[in-house]
C-alpha cells in the first residue's frame, strides 16, 4: 500500500520492500539499493574486502565479473576497466567512488544492506540498474 503523500524516497522505499518481501516469498533473493545509472547485467559476483587480495587473483577478473564490496573506496578505481560491475553493502551515489563508477561507465547498486554476507564468490546476480535492486540467481 502506497501512502496518498509521500516524498519520492519514501515510495521507493515502499516499493522496493514490497519487491523484496514477493521475491523472498517466490524464494529469489533481492537486495534494494541505489543504482549509480539504469543498465541491467548478469555475471558472476567476486567478493573482496580488500584491493591488494582481488589484484592477486587476476583469473576473478573480467567483462562477467560483478564486484561485491562491503563499501566503495575511490582506490578502487583502478579494477573497473577489469569488471562488469559492482555492488556494495555501503555506499552513497555522490561519493568519490561512485563518480568514478559513473565515469568508467561501470554499473553499479550501492548501499545493497545484507549483500556482503548473502553472497558467495560464484553466485550469479542479476544488477538491475532501472529498478534499484541486485538479485541473487542461484
Known amino acids: 500500500d502506497l501512502p496518498l503523500t509521500a516524498s519520492r524516497e519514501e515510495i521507493e522505499r515502499v516499493i522496493a520492500r514490497s519487491e523484496q518481501i514477493q521475491a523472498e516469498a517466490s524464494g529469489r533473493r533481492v537486495f534494494p539499493g541505489i543504482a549509480l545509472g539504469p543498465a541491467v547485467i548478469e555475471g ?4 573482496a574486502d580488500n584491493l591488494v587480495s582481488l589484484l592477486g587473483r587476476p583469473d576473478d577478473l573480467g567483462p562477467d565479473a ?14 573497473f576497466p577489469r569488471i562488469g560491475g559492482v555492488v556494495a553493502e555501503i555506499g ?7 563518480i568514478l563508477l559513473r565515469e568508467a561507465r561501470r554499473p553499479a547498486v550501492v548501499n545493497c544492506a545484507g549483500i556482503w554476507r548473502a553472497v558467495s564468490t560464484g553466485n550469479r546476480l542479476r544488477l538491475d540498474g532501472a529498478r534499484s535492486v541486485v538479485e541473487v540467481l542461484d
Not at 560483478?66 to 579494477?79: D, F, M, N, Q
Not at 552513497?92 to 561512485?98: K, P, V
Open 44 to 47: 558472476r559476483a567476486v567478493k
Open 92 to 98: 552513497g551515489e555522490l561519493s568519490h567512488a561512485s
Open 66 to 79: 560483478i564486484l561485491v564490496v562491503p563499501a566503495l573506496e575511490p582506490s578502487w578505481a583502478v579494477v
